[in-house]
């Protein structure tokens, strides 16, 4: 670089009121926290990303909160600290001490609303909470719909609710938090079957990683053959 350069970059970080760094800033660095189950640890480059947004999505019963509670488990192995946004009021926290996650140190919120979810996520981040899983999108419905009568169904309004709170979100993942969203496929009401989601295409866009989680074949009990104790998923990056 020749000095006229060198010059310039340091006026620019002289004179700006604005947060600049170089692009080889250590500020840009992230780590990885692990699944602990090597296809999927290769299949993810290491495990899902910190400082970036993971999607995971797929039909209803598939494992989409078993992986996300597997991220979590090993955030904790690791000395980290994990929030749980459980927007479905799913939460079971006999379950999760199955799955490996230590339910005394993972903060659950039940919010109300969408805005209330958002919030103590943007909170969570900017605390540097490891992990934040958000369960789920779905589970997700603003202030101005939850207020109204049964009857008021304005057209896309839970996409457009994150449309506009994702970008307001996001620039908080600097702080270094893991950001998993979890969604479920709806059905299709054309002639071919596609993966529509609550919540609009905004999610897609401004994910970093998509993980679509399917069912394959049952795993049967090996005394009983009639006795379904597991089943084989498919998880495509």
């Known amino acids: 670089m020749d000095n006229s350069a ?28 692990p699944f602990d189950t090597p296809v999927l640890d290769n299949l993810t480059g290491g495990g899902i990303p910190k400082k ?7 039909a209803t019963n598939t494992g989409k909160s078993y ?24 939460w079971d926290a006999e379950w999760m001490a199955k799955c490996g996650v230590d339910t005394s140190k993972v903060i659950v919120s039940q919010p109300s609303t969408g805005e ?9 981040m900017m605390a540097g909470v490891d992990v934040i899983v958000l369960d789920s999108i779905a ?26 709170s ?8 600097k702080h270094g938090s893991a950001f998993v969203a979890i969604n479920q496929v709806r059905s299709s009401m054309g002639p071919v079957a596609l993966d529509a989601m609550p919540g ?29 104790v597991g089943f084989d998923m498919e998880v495509r990056l």
């Open 52 to 58: 970036k947004m993971t999607l995971i999505y797929g």
């Open 166 to 173: 994702l970008p307001k979100l996001l620039p908080n993942l």
């Open 67 to 90: 992986l996300a509670s597997q991220i979590v488990a090993n955030s904790q192995k690791a000395g980290g600290i994990a929030a749980w946004i459980d927007t479905e009021l799913s």
């Open 6 to 33: 060198d010059d310039l970059i340091e006026k620019l970080f002289k004179n700006s009121k604005h947060e600049l760094n170089l692009g080889n800033s250590n500020n840009f660095a992230y780590s990885r926290i």
């Open 116 to 124: 209330e979810a958002f919030d103590i996520i943007k909170e969570s």
């Open 200 to 228: 609009g295409m905004a999610q897609t866009f401004f994910a970093h990683s998509l993980l679509q989680v399917r069912r394959k074949a049952w795993i049967k009990d090996e005394t009983n053959k009639d006795q379904n």
């Open 139 to 164: 589970g997700v419905v603003p202030a101005a719909v939850a207020d109204e009568s049964f009857d008021y169904n304005p057209i896309a309004w839970q996409a457009r609710f994150i449309n506009s």
